[in-house]
């Protein structure tokens, strides 16, 4: 695979990152939920030396929470990238739903925080839960 590419909605944000990725993961937990608006949302998780923000750095503002935060661009609001200081400290979270090109090659892995998953969601069968 070649370097994995992102733009926010506006395209005023870019990064990319340097394959492999350490996981990709579709998360259920509450923040991810609320933040997102969605059932649940993938990411693609990289070591922080294979990321590098390559345009549009003044655009980006981050919430914090605790020890992770959430970066995301000024004007159109997209979530650019994560950081989880408690499970993936060294890594950035990257939303495979933004990520250009092909991305057979991170077909998501695992499901994690299924107990904060909503009760309409199901899981099939086969496909890896973590706690």
């Not at 909605?9 to 394959?19: D, E, G, L, M, T």
């Not at 590098?52 to 605790?66: E, H, K, M, P």
């Not at 990520?99 to 499901?111: K, N, R, V, Y």
Request: charged fraction near 20%; proline fraction near 5%; aromatic fraction near 8%.
């Amino acid at each position: 695979m070649t370097d994995i590419k992102e733009a926010c909605h506006c395209k005023n944000v870019r990064w990319s990152a340097v394959p492999p990725a350490v996981s990709s993961i579709r998360c259920h937990c509450g923040n991810c939920r609320q933040l997102s608006g969605a059932d649940y949302s993938t990411y693609v998780v990289v070591p922080e030396e294979a990321f590098q923000v390559i345009q549009g750095q003044a655009f980006l503002s981050q919430y914090q929470d605790g020890i992770s935060s959430r970066s995301f661009c000024q004007k159109c609001g997209t979530t650019v990238f994560l950081n989880n200081g408690k499970h993936f400290p060294g890594h950035v979270v990257l939303p495979l739903g933004i990520i250009e090109g092909d991305t057979d090659a991170l077909t998501p892995q695992a499901h994690v925080y299924v107990t904060d998953k909503a009760e309409w969601v199901d899981i099939p069968e086969g496909e890896t839960v973590l706690s």
